[in-house]
């Protein structure tokens, strides 16, 4: 299958996508308005923010080329995050999304923390220029650093996330007091709007060692898994309007596997199994 075939072929069996290559670049206007042609009317396009506006060390090379020229670097090449860079990449990335929003096809805006942002030494208030940029937009937030979701921190985080509007990603993560492992066993809908559950597989050994997306997700769910998945879905989408389920177990087929599974249990109609695709 051609690479400009898989997104119509994904369509076929998914009305959702999440879209992980914003996290590494700002999407071409023309490229958006090829995957708007190639995706029915009521496809959505749930985006994941380039990796500047979540903590992670940013190399200037993933910035656009007029931003590269622009940005502050430290001896590393890494981008330093001023408001001015922020502001201009924020604008160049609402271009681009305002394509999917003008097509009705614009779903969550996905802020995934870097596990480097703890509560040990940043402040929940450091994001609230962000959400506040973004207020016209559904956004998401994962946090990647378990100490945010634990003891007292926990009922703090849900306030402020509550208070901003903000939506809180629920995981299933393995099994682990590893920092960088959120608790599976949250289910919080922080805005009544949408709930979002992203599915990252058990694996523990291979999510801390793992040099790769596809080693450090190296899990295919079981039957009996997935059909607590299933349970879980259902009691999260009675708290909110939409509910996004997001299995990112991406080494192999087990994602797009596992999502059609998950749509079985749930009872919804499904067409033939799906095969591995790098979609984005």
């Given amino acids: 299958m051609l690479a400009g075939e898989r997104l119509g072929w994904y369509a076929q069996h998914f009305d959702l996508v999440e879209v992980n290559s914003t996290f590494y670049s700002v999407p071409e206007p023309r490229l958006v308005e090829r995957w708007c042609a190639a995706t029915p009317d009521a496809f959505t396009f749930d985006v994941k923010m380039h990796q500047l506006f979540s903590f992670h060390s940013t190399p200037a090379k993933l910035l656009p080329p007029d931003l590269q020229r622009r940005a502050e670097t430290d001896a590393k090449g890494r981008v330093k995050p001023t408001p001015v860079v922020q502001e201009a990449l924020l604008k160049n990335f609402l271009r681009s999304m305002s394509i999917f929003a003008d097509v009705g096809k614009l779903g969550v805006l996905l802020l995934q923390l870097s596990p480097a942002f703890s509560p040990r030494k940043h402040e929940l208030s450091e994001l609230e220029p962000l959400i506040r940029m973004l207020?016209?937009?559904?956004?998401?937030?994962?946090?990647?650093?378990?100490?945010?979701?634990?003891?007292?921190?926990?009922?703090?985080?849900?306030?402020?996330?509550?208070?901003?509007?903000?939506?809180?990603?629920?995981v299933d993560a393995p099994a682990s007091d590893h920092f960088t492992m959120m608790p599976s066993e949250i289910d919080e809908v922080t805005n009544p709007k949408a709930a979002y559950l992203r599915l990252h597989g058990r694996n523990a050994k291979a999510y801390i060692t793992g040099k790769t997306v596809a080693a450090r997700f190296d899990y295919d769910y079981s039957d009996d898994e997935i059909a607590e998945v299933a349970e879980r879905s259902k009691k999260l989408a009675q708290k909110a309007r939409e509910l996004h389920v997001i299995f990112n177990n991406n080494n192999l087929d087990y994602a797009p596997r596992a999502a059609l599974r998950l749509r079985k249990a749930l009872g919804q109609i499904v067409r033939a199994p799906a095969e591995t695709l790098e979609l984005f």
């Avoid at 985080?157 to 903000?166: P, V």
């Fill in 135 to 170: 207020s016209d937009y559904d956004l998401a937030i994962e946090f990647r650093n378990r100490n945010w979701a634990i003891g007292d921190q926990l009922e703090s985080t849900l306030d402020f996330m509550g208070e901003q509007r903000a939506i809180f990603v629920n």
